[in-house]
């Protein structure tokens, strides 16, 4: 099983539809997550933090199951320029010092259409 | 001001030249990271310092050298470049462990 895994998409949905991504993680000690969003050739910027069992910044929702070992992000009522590559990432929590660097996804490429 | 700035943006350069990508940061971070990217293989690891006197390879790091100049200060170097060098590369910092990275705006390199 890969260490974290992520449906590659592509998503198209239409403007205003609500979509979800689904990321599992092979290491129950993960403590943390993150999700990046990266758009074409540009560096990837930090969307969201989740220390716990979820986070909510406006239109977007991440939700951590760690029984099932699995995060999700949420997008509602999606606009074009939320079109970009998702990074579900945790910190690997290996303590023969490599802890604190991360596990990418390879992500998922949603496009939105008007 | 980026908090994260890497120089140059863009670069070509032939093949068995030395090139150096620089990394600066006004985060204050302890962690400084350098990556690749290729298309369809997501974000690779090259090395991390997780402060000045400490270097690390990370899963890709033959052909390449990096240095700690400063806490804020990490910079890549290709000895001798090879075209399958070709690539986008980044910096990031983060504080701890179990923080998130922040990432500079990248690299384009390109080796003929």
């Known amino acids: 099983r890969k260490e974290v895994e992520q449906d590659p998409g592509p998503f198209n949905v239409p403007e205003g539809a609500t979509v979800a991504f689904n990321c599992t993680y092979s290491?129950?000690?993960?403590?943390?997550f993150f999700w990046y969003r990266q758009d074409c050739r540009k560096e990837p910027k930090l969307l969201m933090s989740?220390?716990?069992s979820g986070n909510e910044d406006g239109r977007f929702t991440a939700q951590l199951n760690r029984a099932s070992q699995y995060i999700s992000l949420l997008i509602r009522d999606s606009k074009l320029s939320d079109s970009a590559t998702y990074l579900c990432?945790?910190?690997?929590?290996?303590?023969?010092?490599?802890?604190?660097?991360?596990?990418f996804g390879k992500g998922t490429k949603l496009s939105v259409k008007p | 001001d980026a908090d994260v700035t890497q120089t140059p943006r863009n670069r070509i350069t032939k093949t068995g030249k030395r090139i150096m990508l620089e990394c600066s940061q006004t985060k204050g971070h302890d962690r400084m990271y350098w990556y690749r990217q290729d298309p369809g293989l997501g974000l690779r690891l090259i090395y991390y310092s997780f402060d000045v006197k400490d270097i690390n390879k990370g899963e890709i790091s033959d052909g390449y050298s990096v240095s700690r100049q400063a806490q804020a200060k990490f910079s890549l170097s290709l000895e001798s470049a090879i075209p399958n060098q070709t690539a986008l590369y980044f910096c990031a910092t983060s504080g701890h462990s179990n923080q998130p990275q922040h990432f500079g705006d990248g690299t384009r390199l390109s080796i003929l």
């Open positions: 990432v945790t910190p690997k929590p290996d303590y023969g010092g490599s802890q604190g660097n991360l596990i």
């Open positions: 290491n129950s000690a993960s403590q943390s």
């Open positions: 989740v220390y716990s």
